[in-house]
């Protein structure tokens, strides 16, 4: 259960991001770009896949 409530807080918040990337493009803030690679940043870690540590998986 938890895994599939943390697969929805993730979806929500890829959507979230992309809403406000495409928002990002639309504005001419100095500051957009910086926001936009920090979104860019945090979604690329939301999508990243889970490294498992080494010693949790030798138990």
Sequence with gaps: MTETHDAEVIVEA???IDKA???MLRRELVSSGEVAD???DV???LTAKPVV???A???
């Design 14 to 16: 890829l959507s979230v």
């Design 21 to 23: 990337l495409a928002e």
């Design 38 to 40: 920090l979104l860019l």
């Design 43 to 45: 979604r690329s870690l």
């Design 53 to 55: 540590a080494a010693a």
């Design 57 to 59: 998986s030798a138990e």
